[in-house]
């Protein structure tokens, strides 16, 4: 079966730091990955999106970047993080396909002091 | 451009109780998929339920059932005999059908507490 591992669990960073999250999914070969953050007590808004190594589409336009160095791996970062980039990371996964639903790796909270 | 509506921010309701969630959306596509999705206390999202735009059959999964509606552009989901582990926030979401665009897009979220 597959999982998806997303670490760490929970991450607290001075405001100028760099950040590196990462995700990795078992169990399937060439899956759509997906990162999306979650502000407090409010809504999933997708970052970044990628449908093969390489290749990433990005949503918003923000100070974060995304990467997908191996077909399952998809790595979160910023060179210089600022206060506003606190909140709920989640990474998901997804099969090709219109129809495939969107599984979720237990996300990453992050604090920016 | 698409959109979900989940008017009810939370809802509070005595365990045993039935509860329904409203999932309005808006959609210019003829294909489309609509999503419900759990967010535990945890905080990892759980897939719960796909229904395609082609299929309006009521689906029932246990004290799960959800109700779509296209004429009313609707996908409600109850929750019937409430336990306190339904406790979460619950989130709608539509995708369209289009190859290679995997866009999700989510309501904001219903808030349900289960009170014992």
């Known amino acids: 079966s597959q999982t998806i591992h997303q670490w760490p669990a929970t991450l607290v960073q001075p405001v100028g730091s760099p950040l590196s999250l990462e995700c990795t999914v078992e169990?399937?070969?060439?899956?759509?990955l997906y990162w999306y953050r979650q502000a407090a007590g409010r809504g999933l808004q997708l970052l970044f999106y990628?449908?093969?190594?390489?290749?990433i589409s990005s949503e918003v336009p923000q100070n974060l970047s995304a990467s997908r160095p191996q077909d399952r791996q998809f790595i979160l970062s910023s060179k210089k993080l600022l206060l506003s980039d606190s909140g709920f990371y989640l990474c998901?996964?997804?099969?090709?396909?219109?129809?495939?639903?969107?599984?979720f790796g237990d996300g990453t909270r992050l604090s920016i002091l | 451009a698409q959109k979900v509506t989940q008017a009810q921010t939370e809802i509070s309701v005595v365990e045993k109780e039935d509860v329904t969630l409203d999932c309005v959306y808006e959609t210019r596509d003829t294909t489309y998929y609509l999503f419900w999705y759990k967010q535990p206390p945890s905080g990892e999202l759980v897939f719960l339920i796909r229904?395609?735009?082609?299929?309006?059959q009521n689906e029932i999964s246990g004290r799960y059932s959800w109700n779509f509606q296209k004429s009313t552009s609707s996908f409600n989901f109850t929750i019937t005999a409430s336990q306190v582990v339904d406790s979460a926030v619950y989130f709608c979401?539509?995708?369209?059908?289009?190859?290679?665009?995997?866009?999700?897009?989510f309501g904001q979220g219903t808030r349900l507490t289960i009170n014992p």
């Open positions: 990628s449908v093969g190594i390489g290749q």
């Open positions: 229904r395609n735009s082609f299929d309006e």
């Open positions: 169990g399937t070969s060439n899956p759509n």
């Open positions: 979401a539509l995708k369209p059908f289009i190859q290679g665009a995997q866009k999700l897009v």
């Open positions: 998901a996964w997804s099969g090709v396909g219109g129809s495939q639903p969107q599984h």
